[in-house]
């Protein structure tokens, strides 16, 4: 049922767009379909809080759902073998490092949006509008990274406490697949960080 209201969902919206898309082009109406006009209109602090929030957000998913997967199977493998309970909250610590990941470069992030005069030159306009575009770009980078690291981490820790539970010499193994899971989401911040090093708002963003 669910998986029929989601396609329905997403073939209506389809459709509505493709019918409102074929109007405007053959009304010779397209122009007004104007992504130009839409970026330009609107304020780049949209686009940098957008950025941070989704950080946060699509990092906290992850790391909620890899602990949810995680966590059931520890519950349920500790039934079997009490000692995998403790040894398998590793695979609990790495995925909440996911959502700290996310959280410290929405901070960094949130630092870096400094509020410009409205008589400020068209350079530090232009200057702030691409800042604002790299912290989204950088929220997104960083809160998908995370989100799938989460997702990986916590299916690999969840295999890794039932085969813990069946022959402990297999969680040592399975760790270290954990630990290059667990690593996107590490290397997901570093490319954020590298998206809004040169990144500055403000009145001074157009100063170089």
Do not use: H
Request: proline residues 2%; charged residues 10%; neutral net charge.
């Amino acid at each position: 049922m669910g998986y029929l209201a989601y396609y329905s969902g997403t073939s209506v919206v389809l459709s509505v767009l493709t019918l409102v898309g074929l109007y405007y082009l053959l009304t010779d109406q397209g122009y007004r379909v104007d992504f130009g006009w839409f970026l330009e209109e609107t304020s780049p602090y949209m686009w940098a809080y957008i950025g941070c929030s989704m950080a946060i957000a699509l990092s906290v998913i992850g790391a909620a759902w890899g602990i949810l997967v995680t966590g059931t199977s520890i519950l349920g493998g500790g039934v079997q073998a009490p000692r995998i309970k403790t040894k398998n909250l590793v695979s609990i610590i790495f995925c909440e490092a996911v959502a700290i990941y996310g959280i410290i470069l929405a901070i960094v992030m949130s630092n870096i949006v400094q509020k410009y005069p409205s008589d400020a030159s068209d350079k530090v306009i232009a200057a702030n509008y691409a800042s604002g575009y790299k912290l989204f770009g950088a929220g997104l980078t960083v809160g998908f990274s995370n989100l799938f690291s989460g997702l990986a981490v916590g299916v690999v820790g969840s295999g890794a406490a039932l085969a813990d539970a069946a022959n402990p010499r297999l969680f040592v193994k399975i760790l270290i697949v954990e630990i290059f899971a667990s690593a996107i989401g590490l290397f997901g911040v570093i490319v954020g960080i590298l998206q809004v090093s040169n990144a500055k708002m403000g009145e001074a963003a157009g100063a170089n």
